[in-house]
C-alpha cells in the first residue's frame, strides 16, 4: 500500500508537468519521513547511485555527442552517405539511417542525434521533393539507433544499476542496433517504389574521393572507442574519456572549435548531465523504497501465477515497458524499472544481458509516443514543427520497430551471439 501511495503520488506529479526529478523525489521524502526514516539516509540512498566509476562514463559521453554536434561531423557523415545511397531511389531515406548509425557510434542519446542530424536531413529531404511528414518521421525513427548502438548512455545506466558489464551489453546491443536500421530500410524500399518522382543521381567526378577523405577521421572515434572496449584495452568509462579527446581533436584539425564554441559544449554537456545525475539519484531512493515494500517479490508472485514461459513474460514485460515510456524519461524509467522486473526475469531464466537489451529499445520506443516523446518534442523544435505533426509521420515506423522488438525478444540468441562469440 505504501509503495502505490509514492507511485501514485509521482504519477500525479508527472501529469501537473512537475520536473521529473522532483516529481520522483518529492513523494519518496514523504516516505522516508512518514516511515520514520531520518533524512540523512534518504541522502545517502539517493547519492550512493550516482556514486559510481562506470557512471563516470556518462558525462564523457555526453561530451562526445556534444561535441560532434558542434564540429560538423554529422555533416561529414551526410556527405558520405549520400556518396553511397544518394544514386538509389529514394536514396535520402537510406541517406537519413546511415548519418543515424554512422552519428549513433559518437552520440548515445537520441535526442542527441534528433538535434544534430534532424535540423540537416529534414530540410535535405524536403527539397530534394520528399514529403514533410515522412521526412520527420524517419529522422525520428533512426534517431532511436543511437541509444541502442554503443556507446549508449542507457547501457551504461543499466550496467551499473543491474549489475552486469558493460562491454557485454555494449556487445549485445550491436545486432539489434543493426536490425533496426535494417527495419527502417526496409520501410523506406517499400514506400519508395511508388515514389517514382524520387529518382537517385550519381555523384559527380571527384565527389566520391572528397567525401571518404572528409569521414576518414570521424569513421576513427568508433574504431577507437567500440575496439578499445570490446578488445580490453579500456574500460568504456576510460573509452569515453579517449572519446572526447579524439573528438576534440578531430574539432580543432576541422578548425570549429573556439572559445565561444567551447564554451557552449561545456554549458551543454554540464545541464545535460547534472540532469541525468538528479534523475538518477531521485530514482535510486525510489528503487530502494520499492525494495522496502518487496515490490518486486509482489510482483514474481503474481506473474509466476500468470505463467510459467520466459517468453510470455516477456512479452508482457513488452507491453508495460512501452506503456511507461509513453510517460517516463528513459534514465529514470530505467532505474525504476530495473530493480523491480530484473530480479523477476531471472527467476524465469532471462539473460540479464539480453533482458537490457530489450528494456533500452522498449524504453527506446516510448521516446516516439505521446504524451511525452521526448524525440518528438526536440524534432518539432529543431524544425519548428507541431508535435502532432512529427508524430503523424512517425507513427508508420513504429511497425518495423515493434517487429524488430518482438523479434528480439523471441530470439535471444540474436543479443546474446556477439558477448559469447567475443567471451565479455
Known amino acids: 500500500m505504501n509503495a502505490l501511495l509514492v507511485v501514485s503520488g509521482i504519477l500525479l506529479l508527472l501529469v501537473l508537468r512537475v520536473p521529473i526529478a522532483f516529481a520522483i523525489l518529492g513523494p519518496c521524502m514523504a516516505y522516508m519521513a512518514l516511515t520514520d526514516q531520518s533524512t540523512g539516509l534518504s541522502l545517502r540512498t539517493a547519492a550512493q547511485e550516482i556514486d559510481s566509476f562506470p557512471l563516470l562514463a556518462v558525462p564523457l559521453f555526453v561530451l562526445v555527442g556534444v561535441t560532434a ?97 558493460t562491454a557485454a551489453l555494449f556487445a549485445a546491443a550491436v545486432v539489434p542496433a543493426l536490425l533496426i536500421a535494417s527495419g527502417l530500410a526496409v520501410a523506406v524500399f517499400i514506400w519508395g517504389r511508388r515514389q517514382h518522382h524520387l529518382a537517385g543521381r550519381r555523384p559527380e567526378r571527384g565527389e566520391v ?7 576518414l577521421g570521424p569513421l576513427g572515434a568508433p574504431v577507437l572507442l567500440l575496439g578499445g572496449i ?6 568504456p568509462t576510460e573509452a569515453a574519456a579517449v572519446g572526447a579527446a579524439y573528438v576534440f581533436v578531430l574539432g580543432f ?108 529499445v522498449n ?12 524525440v518528438l518534442f526536440v524534432l518539432g523544435s529543431a524544425t519548428r514543427t507541431p508535435m502532432q505533426e512529427v508524430f503523424r509521420g512517425t507513427a508508420p515506423f513504429l511497425l518495423p520497430l515493434l517487429a524488430v522488438l518482438a523479434l528480439l525478444t523471441v530470439a535471444p540468441e540474436l543479443v546474446l551471439f556477439l558477448p559469447e562469440h567475443l567471451d565479455l
Open 209 to 215: 574521393g572528397s567525401a571518404v577523405l572528409r569521414v
Open 253 to 360: 584539425c576541422y578548425r570549429k572549435l573556439d572559445l565561444r564554441t567551447l564554451w557552449r559544449i561545456a554549458v551543454e554537456t554540464a545541464t545535460t548531465a547534472a540532469s541525468i545525475a538528479i534523475i538518477l539519484a531521485a530514482s535510486g531512493l525510489l528503487g530502494w523504497i520499492l525494495a522496502r515494500e518487496q515490490v518486486p517479490q509482489d510482483i514474481a508472485t503474481v506473474l509466476l501465477g500468470l505463467t510459467d514461459s520466459p517468453v510470455v513474460f516477456l512479452l508482457l514485460v513488452n507491453v508495460v515497458l512501452i506503456l511507461i515510456g509513453t510517460v517516463l524519461e528513459p534514465v529514470a524509467a530505467l532505474v525504476i524499472t530495473v530493480p523491480v522486473l530484473l530480479p523477476v526475469a531471472v527467476q524465469f531464466g532471462v539473460d540479464p544481458v539480453h533482458f537490457g537489451v530489450v528494456t533500452i
Open 363 to 374: 524504453l527506446m520506443i516510448g521516446l516516439l509516443t505521446p504524451p511525452i516523446g521526448g
Open 69 to 165: 554536434n558542434h564540429t560538423g561531423i554529422a555533416d561529414r557523415i551526410f556527405a558520405f552517405a549520400q556518396v553511397l545511397f544518394g544514386r538509389v531511389r529514394a536514396g535520402l531515406g537510406y541517406v537519413n539511417i546511415g548519418v543515424s548509425l554512422g552519428f549513433a557510434w559518437m552520440s548515445g542519446s537520441a535526442l542527441a542525434d534528433v538535434a544534430g542530424v534532424g535540423k540537416m536531413t529534414v530540410p535535405a529531404m524536403t527539397d530534394r521533393g520528399y514529403s514533410r511528414r515522412f521526412s520527420l518521421g524517419l529522422t525520428a525513427a533512426s534517431s532511436l539507433i543511437g541509444p541502442v548502438m554503443p556507446p549508449s548512455i542507457p547501457a551504461i545506466v543499466y550496467a551499473s544499476v543491474a549489475t552486469v558489464s
Open 230 to 235: 570490446l578488445s580490453g584495452l579500456f574500460t
